[in-house]
């Protein structure tokens, strides 16, 4: 999964679940949309720091766990390259 798409993941699924319980419990029209509109404005707002944390940890570790060469070393062995 891509990260750039956590924020929108989290912010429809919870909307769907406040209208879904909005529906069920029968709230009125104008509270279920300030309740959704809350809602989203939240979550979006936790999926952006959930995005930030998973791209800090696959900036961070996933590269040296992988054993793949980072965009540093490869620079650093074309620059040998030219050198030699």
Known sequence: MNPRFIPAITTLSAGAIV???SLVKKFEVLYS????LATLIIFYV??????KIVNYIINNFGEKESGLPSEEDETEDI????ED
């Open 33 to 36: 949309l300030k309740l959704l």
């Open 19 to 21: 209208s879904i319980v």
């Open 79 to 82: 620059l040998n390259e030219q």
């Open 46 to 51: 936790i999926g952006l720091i959930a995005r």
